[in-house]
């Protein structure tokens, strides 16, 4: 049953990417929301089989690769944390596939979009339920590939193809630090499966583990968008929303905060790269706050959210806390993909426009929408009893307590302005006045059912899926499950700050203290939003005036952009272009030999890189084409040659065997 999971939608892509185009067409969704909810029902019967006696196992199809000393399986891990991750990938999938029959229908690229989905879902199931790094890291690349596949779907607009450029290579540099981790991984432990590596994890060095770990973290880096490889993410709103809400709010992005609990035990090794990890995530969170606060683009806010509760989760899992980076990562995927759909449901509404500017009063219009987005809005800013202030709380709750103090306060800050920008978002979209153009006024109506019942089941997960989960703080059933999977969480904190975990009954006045102010922070957020934007809605402006270098700082993003386009980019690509148009007059002197011809050859023309470069490969193709050309006058076709042939060899095989023994 476990290998179904990832087979179903492998066959859904399978078949839509074979077939769409001429036979299936506007019916691929059949085809692809089918095989993801028949993948989700196998991810629930192997999740309720689990909880009924839970003892991680592992399930083996087939020998993958057998180089000695290096064997690989495929084969699946059932354990809390994969069983998690199964569930959240598979559920919210299949109801953002539903969402997406509505919010695709009449694209040209209708079965395309869907054999991409389905693919999509493939590759994160194989990450998420591999029981080796090498089948995770196929699983790694697989959703990068995807996500280069549908950020750049609609590849003719020039600026979703640069987006799925510049995610793709990004990622390549955060991949970099994942294989080189990979390489230390196997000289040590000469294994690259799971348990073998936790196994040994003990044995590692301090050095080697902080190598390791931090490498880890660089290519969580890149595909969970932490400064510095964030920049890729804000610009793959490029893609259709449903994409945004499915791999860049709910599933992709997380991808890193999972691996690193899957290391758990190294990192326990390692409180260097903890704290690495916890400074990073840290500031990321920050810095990807204040830059929400000023955007206009719906989805832009959204995302540089996106980056930010991933910095949130990152500094759990730095402060030891894995399990509650894992409950903010499942609440996020509720809220977060619920946020992107309700948007999505506003863009379809308004024609594709996606300036806040020009909203307003869409409430009355659209009122599951509006009721289902503010819901999502109450989550992420942290109100009780909704799904984000459970895991939020107890993620400043553990970094205050684990001593890290400077950190709570980024992050308490962060929790301020997140509820400050993401309700400065509901009323600039669904309350006030009116902003829309008139031309599109009329058009304004409620989204399909495909599209609001999707958004009605993930606003129940929004309200429920934290309270069940994590209730009592910090020691609710999600700690009880996940626990397990992350033995070393105990162990970390340890290394990390010199004692044990504290009781849960000595702490009561500082939870309850620490819960205080995380609440307040939420409200005060809430309040300054609602006079900014409905009480005094003149205010920003005259505030955006008054504080212009600040504004267009923030509203510029730092201009992060243009300075790595400068220092980075723009001299690469100078580069490159001199290496292609390199005039090599007078440099021939410093080559000899039969490198000369081609050099003199290069110089005729002055472009190394055509002439030399892939003269050299052309030129060994001619050579090879040659004796071809010479051997292959030995093939004549008639039988009494080749018996000839064969007589002859015999002969000299006959009488090497006789003399060569009296040589010796």
Known sequence: MVALIPLLPALGAAVNGLFGRRYIKENAHWVAVGACGLSFLAAVFTFTSFLREPQSYEVRMFEWIAVDPLRIELAFLVDPLSMLMAMVVTGVGF???????????????YHRYFAYLNLFMTAMLLLVLANNYLLMFLGWEGVG???YLLIGFWFHKDSAANAAKKAFLVNRIGDAGFILALF?????????????VMSQAHAFSTGLATAIGILLFVGAMGKSAQIPLYVWLPDAMEGPTSV???IHAATMVTAGVY????????YALAPAALNFMASVGAITALFAASIALVQRDIKKVLAYSTVSQLGYMFLSCGVGAYVSGMFHLMTHAFFKGLLFLGSGSVIHALGGEQDMQHMGGLRKHMPITAATFTIATLAIAGIPPLAGFWSKDEILAETFKNGHKLLWGIGALTALMTSFYMFRLLFLTFYGKSRVHHDKEHHLHESPRT???PLSILAFLSIFGGVLPGFPPERGWIHGFLSPAISSVHHAKEILHGAAEHGAHALSLLDLTLMAVSIGAALMGLAAAWYFYLIRPALPGQ?????????????NKYWVDEIYLSVFVRPLLKLCNRL??????????????????AVKSAEESGRFDLKFIDGVINDIGKLFDKWHDILRRWQTGFVQNYALVMVIGVLVLATSMFFIPYHF
Do not use: E, P
């Open 451 to 453: 599209i609001t019942i």
């Open 95 to 109: 109801l953002i596939h539903i969402y997406s029959i509505g919010y695709m229908h009449g694209d040209g690229g």
């Open 580 to 597: 292609w148009d390199f005039d090599l007059q007078g440099i021939d002197g410093i080559v000899n030999g039969a490198s000369r011809v």
């Open 259 to 266: 691996m690193v609990a899957r290391n758990s035990a190294i």
């Open 184 to 196: 230390l991984i196997y000289g040590q432990c000469k294994s690259l499966v799971f348990h073998d």
């Open 244 to 246: 945004s809400a499915l």
């Open 543 to 555: 505030w955006a005036s008054r504080l212009k270098s600040i504004h267009t700082l923030l509203f």
């Open 145 to 147: 590939l995807c996500s």
